[in-house]
């Protein structure tokens, strides 16, 4: 509202001033005064259309398949509105985590023991292809993956001072045992995610193996 506003002001202004010059009959001043004016206004432009693509908030275009899917979930308009956000979010520190794993060697081996960056990668697939199950991985969405990031995205800078005191390297020690123990809390999230699959797959198991076992008696 404020925005459109202020555009409107200048728009009436521009008019207003360029109506005292038409009446004046000064129109060499009215050349001038229109570069000014234009060049005001495609700088106001410029930046809103600026902010608006490099807004955090910006979605990605919703393709007719993935808002079928959705809507065959079962999820209202606001639902898929709020799911899309998180996701959005959620990819952007996924890839983030991921630059600063590659950044340093031990993020690297932290990532080797624990799995860290496919248990994130797959567990947003999980979410993708189950939009319902959303509320099953609170922890790893709203606390262990933006605390990971936050912490490597430290770790990074920290490593990174040219001179590095006794204190520094303490931190940094500090820094990489938590973020190890972070690494493991998010491979144990998508292994609870999946948890109940590997259940249904035991019982399907079973169950093949009682068929297979009473035909081969017959």
Sequence with gaps: MKKKTSTLLLVIIACLLLFGLLKSGNSDE???FVLVVGGAALIIYGVKNRRRSNSPSALPIMTKEKEAHYL???MTEKEIEFFRETMNQTKK???QLQTNINKNAKLKAIDLRHDTLRASKALFKEL???PQKLHFANHFLYTHLPNMVDLTDKFIEINGHEIKTK???EKIEESSQIIDQMAALIAKDYQQFVADDL???DVELSIAKQSLK???SL
């Design 30 to 32: 009215l050349i001038p």
């Design 72 to 74: 065959e979930s079962g």
């Design 93 to 95: 520190q996924v890839l």
């Design 128 to 130: 993708v292809k189950d």
């Design 167 to 169: 204190e520094t390297y």
């Design 199 to 201: 259940e249904d797959l």
């Design 214 to 216: 009473r035909d081969n």
